[in-house]
């Protein structure tokens, strides 16, 4: 842990596993409720200086970051392989990804502008300030264990915010090594503090219910999102929430189906499924599902399952015996209900398996509403593929979800993609794109996705208040 630029050991550990291997790769400090109350302290202590600094030390400080991050990517990405299981090739890519939201945020901390408003009385004026919100408390995952770390941080320390984290349990090496790098990016003591800890219950209620901390980002599942802000409530803290999802992936006839189903193979199984914006129901215009099934079962039993330090996996271990017991339930299920299995459908067993969570990449066609893959996230390498009519039917199916994160149309159709993206009540919508993620591009949910934007410009209003000052003159 490191709270008020000390880092703190010798204390008791929790172990840290390879989720391909099982093997034991380290530990981290068992950070407890009182941890979690000095960090928060050292951060509300530093909030008065760090505040005060101009945006250009600021932003200095997120580009030395950036820089530091993008020299050690290699480290990083290794490190992140082995801690969280995703091929070495995809986690040199999350590498820089995080490393973009520090470049992004030293570039838009020196771009908080206020405004003036006139006003209907002449000798009134008002001016608006743009304020650090102050202590943040932010809670990240394990799916993506660099780059929701700096998406959260790069933002509140560009605003003038100081932060405590919690990460995930399972991915706490990748967050002490970020934080490393924060402290050698020259950010002084108490403006990050890192609590560790194998139990998030009594951190997230210290989060909550410390009247200190002003403001709560968490990323994470639906269920614990609801309930951290319902705990944030009672002292109307502000809150941003990055949920689960449930993204629909519509093909319509008007498009290449080799094309779709070359996307679906890529976008699907990226990250072992393991995303909140993973495509999980494909909904494909009944013309074209013959040709799109064809190459999506070609694509899909050609992914190698495996170790992702082997330059030849393409899809690496879930993270847990939890999560394959999840992908086992939602296709059996599908199976028994009457979808039509075309690969995988099975644990990985034999050789270099013994002891990962490993689940083989899984194609099903003819899923129907009644499965509970029609309407669950699956967090694995699933793709349920739901056939369709017409558009309205689609647009229904597909919004028939009380979450709201990613979706994604394929059609060559202009007016068609226009309308689509109209009527989709998703926050991040891929017309003909797999990856309509960015630094650069607002990031977040409607529904029970989630509240809040991160990245792009709306991600600094995230740790920004704004204050009016109404001025006779
Ligand atoms: P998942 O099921 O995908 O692991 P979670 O929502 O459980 O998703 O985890 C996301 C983050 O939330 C992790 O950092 C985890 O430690 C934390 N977390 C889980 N349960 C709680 C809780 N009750 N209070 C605070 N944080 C929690």
Not at 69 to 93: H, I, R, S, V
Not at 130 to 142: C, L, R
Not at 208 to 234: D, E, I
Not at 397 to 406: E, K
């Amino acid at each position: 842990m490191y709270i008020n630029g000390h880092w703190i050991t010798g204390r008791d550990v929790f172990t840290v596993y390879n989720p391909a291997t099982g093997e034991q790769i380290g530990e981290a400090v068992d950070g407890n409720v009182a941890d979690a109350r000095g960090a928060i302290d050292a951060a509300s202590h530093a909030g008065a200086s760090w505040s005060a600094t101009t945006a250009y030390e600021r932003s200095h400080i997120l580009y030395r970051a950036h820089q530091l991050m993008m020299d050690q990517q290699p480290a990083l990405a290794e490190l992140m392989t082995t801690e969280q299981g995703k091929p070495l090739k995809a986690a040199n890519n999350e590498v820089r990804y995080a490393a973009d939201f520090l470049l992004w945020y030293a570039e838009e901390a020196k771009r908080i502008y206020g405004e003036t408003i006139p006003s209907a009385r002449a000798d009134q004026r008002f001016l608006i300030h743009k304020q650090p919100v102050g202590v943040v408390a932010a809670i990240t995952p394990w799916n993506y264990p660099v780059s929701m770390i700096t998406r959260k941080l790069a933002p509140a320390l560009a605003a003038g915010c100081t932060v405590v984290l919690k990460p995930a349990e399972s991915t706490p090496l990748c967050a002490i090594a970020v934080i490393k790098l924060l402290e050698e990016a020259g950010l002084p003591p108490g403006v990050v503090n890192l609590v560790t800890a194998s139990n998030p219950q009594p951190i997230g209620e210290e989060f909550c219910t410390n009247p200190k901390v002003k403001k709560l980002t968490f990323t994470g599942s639906t269920a614990v999102g609801k309930a951290l802000a319902q705990k944030c409530a009672p002292q109307l803290k502000r809150v941003s929430m990055e949920l689960g999802g449930h993204a629909p992936f519509i093909v319509f006839d008007d498009a290449d189906p080799v094309h779709a189903a070359k996307g679906v193979s890529l976008v699907k199984f990226l990250n072992t499924g393991q995303a909140c914006i993973s495509p999980n129901r494909i909904f494909v215009q009944r013309p074209i599902l013959e040709p799109f099934l064809d190459t999506l079962k070609k694509r899909v039993s050609a992914l190698k399952a495996g170790n992702g330090m082997n330059p030849e996996t393409s899809i690496g271990p879930l993270i847990n015996e939890r999560a394959v017991e999840k992908v086992e339930r939602q296709v059996d299920d599908a199976i028994a209900k009457g979808a039509t299995l075309l690969a995988g459908g099975v644990r990985e067993t034999g050789d270099g398996f013994e002891a990962g969570f490993f689940y083989g990449a899984t194609l099903l066609s003819n899923v129907t509403p009644g499965m509970i893959i029609y309407r669950e996230e699956t967090f694995g390498p699933v793709a349920a593929v739901i056939p369709f009519d017409d558009e309205s039917e689609v647009i229904a199916m597909a919004n028939d979800t009380h979450y709201g994160l990613a979706a994604y149309v394929y059609t060559t159709n202009l007016s068609r993609g226009l309308r689509v993206f109209e009527q989709l009540n998703f926050g991040i919508i891929g017309i003909n794109d797999i990856n309509p993620t960015s630094a650069a591009a607002p990031f977040g949910g409607t529904n029970e996705s989630g509240l809040g934007r991160e990245g792009a410009r709306e991600g600094i209003d995230e740790y920004l208040e704004t204050k009016l000052g109404g001025f006779s003159i």
